[in-house]
């Protein structure tokens, strides 16, 4: 099965920006939805962004102008840009992975495999 292990998270101030990895083993991004979540404890966990097997990609509402995800299939890695961030982007953000014969999905239930975390703390 496919791992996924997290990357590039930290501490930013507004209005700054970060760059998320999600780097996958096992199995080749090419069979799989790739999606970032994110979570703020006491919270469920809230799509972001989903970059399909074929290159289409889906944000959030709150994500759309400031966020861009994309993929290297090469790499075997999926990325998450985040631009203008803010106070409230402050959460643990997941990549997960879902096969790609089951279609697109936006809510954690539809997706099986995650990676660990990554904190984002975005200071005012």
């Known amino acids: 099965q496919i791992q996924l292990v997290e990357s590039g998270g930290g501490l930013v101030q507004a209005g700054g920006s970060l760059r998320l990895s999600c780097e996958a083993s096992?199995?080749?991004?090419?069979?799989?939805?790739m999606a970032w979540f994110r979570q703020v404890p006491g919270h469920e966990r809230t799509f972001v962004a989903l970059?399909?097997?074929?290159?289409?990609?889906d944000y959030a509402a709150f994500a759309k102008g400031r966020f861009t995800v994309s993929r290297d299939n090469a790499k075997n890695t999926v990325y998450l840009q985040m631009d203008a961030l803010g106070p409230t982007d402050t959460a643990i953000y997941y990549c997960?992975?879902?096969?790609?014969?089951?279609?697109?999905?936006?809510?954690?239930?539809?997706?099986?495999?995650w990676g660990q975390g990554t904190q984002v703390t975005v200071s005012s």
């Open positions: 970059s399909s097997a074929l290159g289409s990609t």
């Open positions: 096992g199995r080749t991004l090419s069979g799989y939805v």
């Open positions: 997960a992975a879902r096969e790609r014969r089951k279609g697109l999905g936006t809510t954690s239930e539809d997706y099986r495999y």
